[in-house]
């Protein structure tokens, strides 16, 4: 068989093969296979050298016309391979836009957080800092610099997780007051400052006490600071939570770190002060603590008590969220049953 013939032989089968092939990597194989190196027409050009000079031309050109009609069979080949690839990956990702579709649970805030996040909000408006600071403290900062020494019966109000003799969980935010009147610089303006966070008791929990709960201090401190600085700032406080309609009242009360120290009420935001259950019929709420911060207060934080003065005031977002969403039980925000957490939509926050 002479060479032209061994060519055309071989195209024939070739065709054949790649007319048959049903896979991409199968025609890439075949491609390999036929025109690379090792392949057969090479090997069939190998044999031009036995040939005569005028045979040699016609056999070159015709092999070189077997090989690009392979070339051009399989290029063919392969793109309709990959059509019909396409075409079954598109049948198999096909979209039923008429399906139901699936509705993604977005999360939200704690609602204890909704309530902290709009009262720093509020006191960030009125040019208050809001800091931080550590929930494990010192005796010093927690009760100490609060004008409450070691055996102070006033202690009793806070029973405490102590660590060591100096070391406790914080039962009140008051320390980081303590910690930023230290500090504060009075030629730059004067201080004023919320401190939000979690602190600690040994409360045993009830509907109303948790061990671990939230509050939110603030304090203000300048020259001439005033208690109708106080009332002011607390009615605001009030109208922002509960609705502005609110009027608070103050009954005098006892904390060591204020003098004179008040309790504050709230006008109950249920019955506009007419009396009914949430308020026990009363027509008022008691919703924090407060005062004009003690002159031994400043004087253990360095200020000078001559000039300077402040009020400062405690309250708990626990207490708050209680009262403003009517939660009867305080161990509801520790569950963390999102069934109950869900019903409080930030959407719905004043
Ligand atoms: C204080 O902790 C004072 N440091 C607040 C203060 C600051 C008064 C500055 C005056 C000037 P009291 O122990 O009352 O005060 O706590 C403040 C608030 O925390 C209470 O009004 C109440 O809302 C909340 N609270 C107290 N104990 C618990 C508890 N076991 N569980 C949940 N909330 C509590």
């Known amino acids: 068989m002479d060479l ?7 195209k024939f089968k070739a065709l054949g093969e790649i007319e ?12 390999v296979n036929l025109l690379g190196k090792k392949g057969p027409i090479t090997e069939v050009l190998r044999g031009m050298k036995d040939l005569s000079k005028e045979e040699r031309p016609v056999v070159g050109s015709f092999a070189n016309k077997v090989r690009d009609e392979l070339t051009e069979a399989i290029a063919k080949r392969s793109e309709k391979l990959e059509i019909i690839k396409i075409a079954k990956k598109l049948e198999k ?5 008429t399906l139901p579709g699936v509705s993604v649970k977005v999360g939200q805030s704690h609602i204890i957080m909704q309530v902290i996040d709009q009262l720093e909000k509020f006191f960030l408006g009125m040019g208050y800092q809001v800091v931080d600071g550590p929930e494990v403290e010192e005796d010093h900062y927690n009760f100490e610099m609060m004008n409450l020494p070691k ?16 070391i406790l969980m914080r039962t009140q935010t008051s320390p980081v007051q303590a910690r930023t009147m230290e500090k504060h610089d009075f030629s730059k303006g004067p201080l004023k400052m919320i401190s939000p966070g979690k602190v600690y008791r040994r409360d045993t929990d009830d509907a109303t006490h948790s061990h671990q709960f939230h509050q939110v201090e603030g304090l203000v401190i300048d020259k001439h600071i005033t208690m109708a600085d106080l009332k002011g ?13 609110r009027e608070i009242r103050l009954r005098p009360s006892y904390f060591p770190f204020t003098e004179p120290s008040v309790e504050v009420d709230v006008s109950c935001f249920k019955c506009g002060g007419n009396g009914c259950s949430v308020c026990k019929q009363t027509g008022w709420i008691e919703v924090l603590g ?3 911060v003690h002159p031994n207060v400043l004087t253990m934080a360095g200020i000078d008590s001559t000039v300077y003065g402040g009020f400062a005031f405690g309250l708990g977002p626990d207490r708050f969220a209680m009262l403003k969403y009517g939660v009867d039980d305080i161990r509801e925000f520790y569950l963390n049953d999102v069934r109950f957490l869900s019903q ?7």
């Open 20 to 31: 048959t092939v049903e896979d991409l990597k199968r025609i890439n194989e075949i491609r």
């Open 4 to 10: 032209k013939d061994r060519l055309t032989e071989l």
């Open 233 to 245: 700032t607390l009615q605001a406080i009030a109208r922002t939570v509960f609705g502005d309609e």
């Open 344 to 350: 409080f939509s930030q959407k719905g926050q004043r």
């Open 290 to 292: 407060a005062g004009m």
């Open 151 to 166: 055996d102070h019966p006033a202690r009793d109000m806070q029973d405490t997780f102590y660590i060591t003799n100096q």
């Open 93 to 97: 990702e096909k979209i039923d836009v």
